[in-house]
């Protein structure tokens, strides 16, 4: 069975500087999506950035970027310059293989990321 | 309106009442999503729409209801609920068959269970 795992409930960083988010995975299947979304207090959730199994390079959007090491089965997000808006909850999710023609998201518990200025 | 849309933003319900939550996406996808978030557990995915047919119920108790009538609405049907059933229901839609198409997610509904 695939399973997300975070084992960080809570960071703090100061602001400017960066910050990692552990995620490890375990899936059996060749092929899968990694997401990472972010939670603010306000409850919704804000896609981040994603990592295709098959990608070669690691991903990368604006600040964020993921730290893909496939053999180790980990996808860890890093957050560059943090800001004060960076202050939230940050989830792991991964995709499995064969959905059927929609995305069945699988979530890690989640790692609260506190930013102090 | 764009994006995902939910309402009532807030529930509080007595456990005989009956409520729905609706959720409405504006975005063209074909595939909608109920997740449930309680404290201190991940994320869990309750049911899938994709193009207005059901294709995925996660073991969910019977008082929890879905109604898909068409592709960008999707509603919950809540009756007879249990005080542990409080939580945010978060409501999500996607894009096609690809798997790197990420869900969009609504703002919840943070149901409370008296």
């Known amino acids: 069975a695939q399973k997300i795992t975070q084992t960080q409930p809570g960071m703090f960083v100061q602001e400017k500087e960066a910050v990692t988010l552990d995620c490890t995975y375990d899936t059996s299947d060749p092929s899968y999506g990694l997401f990472w979304y972010k939670q603010p207090s306000s409850g919704e959730m804000i896609f981040l950035i994603y990592?295709?199994?098959?990608?070669?390079q690691n991903a990368t959007e604006g600040r964020y970027s993921l730290n893909f090491q496939k053999a180790r089965k980990s996808a860890n997000l890093v957050i560059s310059a943090s800001q004060l808006g960076d202050s939230a909850m940050y989830f792991c999710?991964?995709?499995?293989?064969?959905?059927?023609?929609?995305?069945?998201?699988?979530f890690g518990a989640g790692t609260r990321l506190a930013v102090h200025p | 309106e764009t994006g995902v849309t939910q309402t009532p933003r807030h529930l509080v319900m007595g456990m005989t009442n009956k409520k729905s939550l609706k959720c409405e996406q504006h975005?063209?996808?074909?595939?909608m999503y109920w997740y449930k978030q309680s404290a201190k557990k991940p994320l869990e995915l309750m049911f899938v729409y994709n193009f207005k047919e059901q294709t995925e119920n996660n073991s969910v108790p019977s008082r929890f209801s879905p109604e898909c009538p068409n592709s960008s609405h999707l509603f919950l049907h809540l009756h007879t609920l249990q005080p542990e059933d409080s939580a945010l229901y978060l409501c999500?839609?996607?894009?096609?068959?690809?798997?790197?198409?990420?869900?969009?997610f609504g703002p919840g509904t943070r149901l409370t269970v008296l």
């Open positions: 975005l063209g996808h074909n595939a």
């Open positions: 999710a991964m995709t499995p293989a064969f959905s059927g023609g929609y995305n069945k998201l699988i």
């Open positions: 990592q295709g199994s098959y990608d070669q």
């Open positions: 999500a839609s996607s894009q096609g068959e690809d798997r790197h198409n990420e869900q969009f």
